[in-house]
């Protein structure tokens, strides 16, 4: 199986051209290499892909026929990510949180309507004079 096919088959990419583009973008390797979309994939395998600021790294137990359900994917590879790089994107991503939470800066441009239509609906005519 192509390797791009096998990664979206097992819910890495959405797309099996997302998955292309990854690879040509450089950001998977099949066994410490580059890969190209069309390289074949085999049991035994080691692919290593960069997403999310995480470099996972997985080994082929099982080539599925095709895309498979979120709760078989287990059955066709062994996840051997180390757990301190998911922990460190789970830090990253709350510390990116923590400086800016949801309504925090700059206002939007929806919020700048909000608001200057809460200023005219509250402003006196009279005032205009």
Do not use: H
Not at 48 to 63: E, F
Not at 114 to 129: G, K, M, V
């Amino acid at each position: 199986m192509r390797i791009d096919k096998y990664l979206w088959a097992t819910r890495y990419y959405k797309t099996r051209s997302v998955a292309a583009r990854a690879c040509k973008g450089g950001t998977v390797k099949l066994n410490k290499k580059s890969a190209k979309p069309a390289k074949d994939v085999f049991v035994g395998d080691e692919i290593s892909l960069r997403r999310n600021q995480i470099t996972y790294t997985l080994r082929v137990i099982d080539i599925p026929k095709s895309r498979v359900g979120a709760k078989l994917v287990d059955q066709y590879r062994i996840d051997t990510t180390p757990k301190e790089a998911i922990e460190q994107a789970r830090e990253n991503q709350s510390t990116q949180q923590y400086y800016r939470d949801k309504g925090q800066g700059r206002p939007t441009k929806k919020d700048r309507r909000e608001i200057e239509e809460y200023i005219d609906s509250n402003r006196n005519p009279e005032e205009d004079l």
